[in-house]
Antibody, heavy 115, light 107 residues
Framework: HLVESGGGLAQPGGSLRLSCAAS????????MQWVRQAPGKGLVWVSL????????VYADSVRGRFTISRDTAKNTFLLQMNSLRAEDTAVYYC??????????WGQGTLVTVSS | EIVLTQSPGTLSLSPGGRATLSCRAS???????LAWFQQKPGQAPRLLIY???KRATGIPDRFSGSGSGTDFTLTISRLEPEDFAVFYC?????????FGGGTKVES
């Protein structure tokens, strides 16, 4: 139900924008989050946006560099990632749910930050 | 920030065995907003348990969650071959959301 895209290779200091396509039902009702997983490591929460887009929250490690948003016309959630660092290298999962609960996960998209 | 500590790091069991996984929080988890996820290699995590003890849709009843406050447990009553995976606990009571480090259940 959730399909991520936009991952790839970026240079340190560069930018990437991730997209998460959702059904109309999911888009209108779910709070959406991004969770990442570095290679061989555990899960780390990144950001969340409310179902109506009126508020967003970020992990300290990405605040000021990443921006989460919604594209209503395309039923798509976005994660704009700027000033990328090597430690941002990870699989990024788009996750939807009611409130803070992580109910439904996308398949993930790999972001690699390297020169 | 609520820190979640999972134990053991690895659990070696046989199919048909009983698995007991622990998740301890550094402070009380409000409203018992504690979830458990299963992740198999190369796959996205899957929600198993939420609100500490409620099974998610489609999850077999051999999976059960219990606990409150700072101590939580995931029990798999009879391990099936498809259950071997890494399991994570996660709290969604307060910002920032946090995960435990994971427990690998292996055969």
């Amino acid at each position: 139900h959730l399909v991520e895209s936009g991952g790839g290779l970026a240079q340190p200091g560069g930018s990437l924008r991730l997209s998460c396509a959702a059904s109309e039902f999911t888009f209108s009702r779910y709070w959406m989050q991004w969770v990442r997983q570095a290679p061989g490591k555990g899960l780390v929460w990144v950001s969340l946006i409310l179902s109506d887009g009126t508020g967003a929250v970020y992990a300290d490690s990405v605040r000021g560099r990443f921006t989460i948003s919604r594209d209503t016309a395309k039923n798509t959630f976005l994660l704009q990632m700027n000033s990328l660092r090597a430690e941002d290298t990870a699989v990024y999962y788009c996750v939807g749910g009611t409130g803070w609960l992580m109910k439904s996960w996308g398949q993930g998209t790999l972001v690699t930050v390297s020169s | 920030e609520i820190v979640l500590t999972q134990s053991p790091g690895t659990l070696s069991l046989s199919p048909g065995g009983r698995a007991t996984l622990s998740c301890r929080a550094s402070q009380s988890v409000g409203a018992n907003y504690l979830a458990w996820f299963q992740q198999k290699p190369g796959q996205a995590p899957r929600l198993l348990i939420y609100d500490a003890s409620k099974r998610a849709t489609g999850i077999p009843d051999r999976f059960s969650g219990s606990g409150s406050g700072t101590d939580f447990t995931l029990t798999i009553s009879r391990l099936e071959p498809e259950d071997f995976a890494v399991f994570y606990c996660q709290q969604y009571a307060s910002d920032p959301l946090t995960f435990g480090g994971g427990t690998k259940v292996e055969s």
